[in-house]
């Protein structure tokens, strides 16, 4: 192969020219070059292979293959003419790698080696000077000298830096004289202007450009900007914005309470602005204290000591505030602290009284009379006007009112006896409040202790019953015995046992006192028999040590018991019972057989009690207690006119003009006890109250002759019993409830009214033979 660059007839000399010098090669190879960003709209021609066997008659095809092959380049089979058919851009490949072959175009057979050659893209300046991580942030201390370095930028190009001076850069400053600039070769930014402050100014925009081509004219460029901020340094002392400062606050107020906040302005910023603050002078010093609030900016002055009107009511404060970091370069400019005053007033304020002490202890003997005086407490009034105090005592402190306290003086004494083995100690609350102002109420607390004495005698502890065995022999123990005391002397318990006067020349037991609290009960002789004495009584003298003795007598029961070889109890009853021996299986049949036979006894009697024959009655279809149910509804008063007319009542002789007229509300299944009354049974008088009288007499009777009247209407009308009524309820509603049979003998004793009930339910006190 020949390649061919510049024109074709340039590309035939040099082929002929590489064909003399290596005649014993048939290839010949090199390297293409071609320009990048070609715009041109026909095919950019790069070059031409040539086989030394191509004759020209087209029997020879040329095969282009590698990088780009038949997308980027292509080649004419026949003429070897290499074209680039896309836009080649070095930035984005800077050359290609391809291979080339003459064929037989009819055989398709290799007529020479693969060769490899290479396409290099020749740069051009189409790039400009680009600043990647722009825009930039940047810091420098405030009043840094000029030439003080600010920040270092680097543009890229992306050209080739070999070929030419497409991608030589220089850097300018287009924006931000005269406080800054940058050196045109390294890109570094510098400060240009002296003692710039940031109080006064703080935030700089710098714009910088980048220049290729060496800035010459006609190369390309690219700018960034850069943002620069001066940082802080403690260059200013602070300064109070008050040279005086009022403040005040309460004398109740507790300790550690805020009396107000001051602030020492800086004109610095962070660290550089941070406070210390200290009272240097003034009355208040040892009352007053200072601390720096959390942000390290304020003095927040607190209270130290209990505050008091009375005694000052107001203190002044000189108070300082300084600067904790301080930049030695800059100390010139100092001092960097100030000074102010601070005048605090102590407001008045209406305090509860106030007790000579804390708390008060008192101890008291449990003897002690009612009426004597404890102690007593004194409280006043810490205000100018001096109120008077009364005093009294927190009854939830004294719930059994054992003392009481003198509302004037505040003496306390005692109103109950003491007990020290009932309550040992009393804490007592006693308020005292302003006499002008109840509602200023102090307390303290008062514990009283109340002290030992010996004042109860000893008594046994536990073991108030003993045995002994009918073997026991002469001088045997039998029972160790302790005594108790509630008392607690100071130099601890102490008994004396002995027996009993009475006891003492007793021939069975004897005790023995062990010096150690304790005391043993032994026998005096043997012998013992339950036969001849179950039970001994053995009284048992105790006294103690303290003044005044105190003493007691104890009765110990001793028992006599049979006892196995080793003393184990096995019997202590005078007698062995023996249990009767158990009945056989007949016995038992038989009593079992008695026991039902009564029950169905009983069972019979209750039933022919309660199923006997009913009373007579006229109308056997009719069921008095269907009837009761049915009449047995609560009237309407005297508004219900429609159950019974009253006009028949003042009027009798129109009651026989209305024998049809009946209730509304029920038609009743029997005849109306409203008849007709003779005028003669009414004459009893001329006053309306007579003829209803009279009236009511009539129908009773007749009510009471007729033997076939039932008692349901009369009941109803006449017979509301009420409340409190003797006879109670005449009702057998409620009778299903009960299964016991009701005496209804005393109806006899009610008159005649009652007579049919009496047949009906009770039994007649006449010898007269029953209706049924």
Known sequence: ????????????????????????????????????????????????????????????????????????????????????????????????????????????????????????????????????????????????????????????????????????????????????????????????????????????????????????????????????????????????????????????????????????????????????????????????????????????????????????????????????????????????????????????????????????????????????????????????????????????????????????????????????????????????MEMNNPTQIASVSVAVRVLDVNDNPPSLMHYLEAYVCENAKAGQLIQTVTAVDPDEPLGGQHFYYSLAPEAVNNPNFTLKDNQDNTAWILTRRGGWSQQDQTVFYLPIFISDSEQPVQSSTSTLTIRVCSCDQEGNVMSCNAEAYSLPASLSRGALIAILACIFVLLVMILLMLSLRTHRKKPYLCDEEENVHENIVRYDDEGGGEEDTEAFDIAAMWNPREAHHHPGKMRQDMLPEIESLSRYVPQACVMGGGSGDSNVHGYVLAKLLEADMDPCAPPYDSLQTYAYEGEGSVAESLSSLQSGTSNTDHEYDYLNDWGPRFKKLAEMYGVLETNSPPLW
């Open 1 to 432: 192969f020949i390649f061919l660059l510049g024109t074709p007839a340039e590309e035939e000399h040099v082929g002929s020219s590489a064909l003399l010098q290596r005649a014993k090669r048939s290839w010949v190879w090199n390297q293409f070059f071609v320009l990048e960003e070609y715009t041109g709209l026909e095919p950019l021609y790069i070059g031409k292979l040539h086989s030394d066997m191509d004759k020209g008659d087209g029997s020879i095809k040329y095969i282009l293959t590698g990088e780009g092959a038949g997308t980027t380049f292509t080649i004419d089979d026949s003429t070897g003419d290499i074209h680039a058919i896309q836009r080649l851009d070095r930035e984005v490949k800077a050359q290609y790698i391809l291979r080339a072959q003459a064929r037989n175009r009819l055989t398709d057979r290799p007529l020479e080696p693969e060769s490899e050659f290479i396409v290099k893209i020749q740069d051009i300046n189409d790039n400009e000077p680009r600043f990647l991580d722009g825009p930039y942030q940047a810091t420098v201390p405030e009043m840094s000298k000029i030439g003080t370095s600010v920040i270092q930028l680097t543009a890229t190009d992306a050209d080739d830096p070999t070929y030419g001076n497409s991608a030589r850069v220089v850097y300018s400053i287009l924006e931000g004289q005269p406080y800054f600039s940058v050196d045109a070769k390294t890109g570094v930014v510098r400060v240009s202007l002296a003692d710039m402050d940031r109080e006064t100014r703080e935030n700089y925009t710098v714009v910088i450009q980048a220049k290729d081509m060496g800035g010459q004219l006609g190369g390309l460029a690219g700018t960034t900007t850069v943002n620069i901020t001066l940082s802080d340094i403690n260059d200013n002392p602070p300064m109070f914005d008050q040279r005086l400062y009022q403040m005040s606050i309460p004398e109740s107020a507790p300790v550690g309470s805020v009396v107000g906040r001051i602030w020492a302005k800086d004109r610095d910023i962070g660290v550089n602005a941070e406070m210390k603050y200290s009272i240097i002078d003034g009355d208040g010093r040892d009352t007053f204290d200072i601390s720096t609030d959390p942000t390290n900016l304020f003095g927040i002055i607190t209270v130290k000591k209990p505050l008091n009107f009375e005694i000052k009511p107001s203190y002044t404060l000189k108070v300082e505030g300084a600067n904790t970091h301080l930049d030695p370069a800059f100390r010139h400019r100092g001092p960097f602290k100030d000074v102010t005053i601070v005048h605090v007033s102590i407001e008045d304020v209406d305090e509860p009284p106030l007790f000579d002490s804390p708390a008060y202890y008192v101890e008291l003997p449990e003897d002690a009379e009612i009426g004597t005086m404890v102690k007593t407490v004194s409280a006043r009034d810490p205000d100018a006007a001096n109120n008077t105090v009364r005093y009294s005592i927190d009854r939830s402190s004294d719930p059994d009112k054992y003392f009481y306290i003198e509302i004037t003086s505040g003496s306390l004494m005692t109103v109950r006896s003491l007990d020290r083995e009932e309550v040992g100690w009393h804490n007592i609350t006693i308020l005292a």
